[in-house]
């Protein structure tokens, strides 16, 4: 009979074990929160069960939803005018459901093409576009350049009557991210998936905000979504019950991505209790300096996105202009050290470092001494 594997339950093993993680997402999770979920998991609270296994409409999941909400309240400094939702689905489903909610008929809505995904979110406009005789409107793209850069505002062919623009502010996939909001005079919708909370954000240029958390601020399953009131008020009417954003900004209409809120109201108070947006966004700062610092040194290493619009979160490199089998080599003895996730997305190749919020400084710090070395022997 197989017996049962022996655990070491106590925090510096699990620290041991944990390796420096650099995946694009599911992203990394601060350390604190891991122990403290694993601790409370099986019986949370004297409840006498796992928060998984009670009623979403209970005096303790409200709890936990209600903390989470003034977590994010507090952040991002939302006044009572915005409704906070977490939705299931993802970010892809808000691709389709921004526009099925906003898109007037007859007219239109701005979309800044900068990556694959804002490439989903026009699709899915227009697929709604097509029965009202309206369409999306690209303002801007950097398709040509195989999206390495973020347009100059300058550039943009903004529409004089567009419902909203909607933007994706960091680029997973390309290793870019807009340095500064749009300041334009329609309501911004952003997919802010990877880069939420890694800094301050003017809320007040926004009428919807969404990101999965997944990337950023808990474990997948839970897509936030930040509406603010005078914005829904544009929404058309006759809309599916679940596609409707009032339906979800009315009541808790069904059962929510319950242990993924759980995690993220955890995450959410070790953001608060690190300082916030303004300290987290010095540390990520200071963690892409030390990153591109050491892929700008010298011609070994390669950045692939514009200088102007390297993203903070999603760092993305090649070796020797490409070189394929070197770059597989030094994903594998990465691997070796301890260093996890670092090959680029399928459809670019190429080597990425994913460093949000929860990856710490000692991580970015040994990547860099790993890069060092490996272009010492292989230079």
Not at 62 to 71: C, D, I, L
Not at 202 to 208: C, F, N, P
Not at 284 to 306: H, P, S, V, W
Not at 344 to 353: H, I, K
């Amino acid at each position: 009979m197989m017996q049962p594997v022996a655990y070491d339950s106590t925090p510096a093993a699990a620290d041991h074990k944990r390796l420096h993680n650099f995946s694009a997402g599911p992203g990394t999770l601060p350390l604190e929160v891991m122990l403290e979920v694993r601790d409370q998991l099986p019986v949370y609270g004297d409840l006498g069960s796992s928060i998984m296994e009670i009623s979403h409409r209970s005096p303790a999941y409200t709890e936990v939803n209600e903390r989470a909400v003034a977590h994010l309240r507090t952040l991002l400094g939302l006044g009572d005018d915005w409704h906070v939702l977490f939705l299931q689905g993802g970010a892809s489903m808000q691709f389709h459901q921004v526009p099925l909610n906003f898109l007037p008929e007859g007219g239109s809505a701005d979309y800044l093409n900068t990556g694959s995904w804002s490439k989903k979110a026009i699709k899915e406009a227009q697929i709604v576009g097509q029965s009202r005789n309206a369409a999306p409107h690209v303002a801007a793209s950097s398709e040509a350049s195989n999206f390495n850069y973020i347009p100059e505002p300058a550039t943009w062919d903004l529409s004089p009557d567009a419902a909203y623009l909607h933007y994706t502010s960091n680029n997973t996939i390309f290793g870019t991210e807009f340095a500064e909001e749009p300041d334009v005079d329609v309501p911004l919708v952003c997919d802010a998936s990877s880069d939420f909370l890694s800094r301050p954000m003017s809320v007040e240029r926004y009428g919807l905000i969404y990101a999965g958390a997944q990337k950023n601020i808990g474990p997948a399953g839970a897509t936030v979504v930040l509406v603010k009131e005078d914005f829904l008020q544009q929404r058309r009417d006759g809309l599916p019950t679940m596609l409707d954003y009032r339906t979800h900004t009315a009541k808790l209409f069904n059962t929510p991505p319950v242990f993924a809120v759980y995690m993220i109201e955890k995450v959410l108070r070790w953001l608060q209790n690190l300082g916030g947006l303004p300290a987290i966004q010095k540390q990520n700062e200071e963690k892409a300096a030390r990153l591109y610092g050491a892929i700008d040194a010298t011609d070994f290493y390669q950045g692939t996105a514009r200088e102007d619009s390297r993203s903070k979160m999603n760092v993305t490199f090649r070796i020797k202009g490409g070189d394929e089998d070197l770059e597989a080599r030094f994903i594998q003895e990465a691997k070796g050290e301890g260093l996890l996730a670092l090959k680029g997305y399928r459809s670019v190749g190429g080597l990425r470092a994913s460093i949000y919020n929860a990856c710490a400084q000692e991580s970015v710090e040994a990547l860099v001494q790993f890069m060092q070395e490996f272009e010492r022997t292989n230079g």
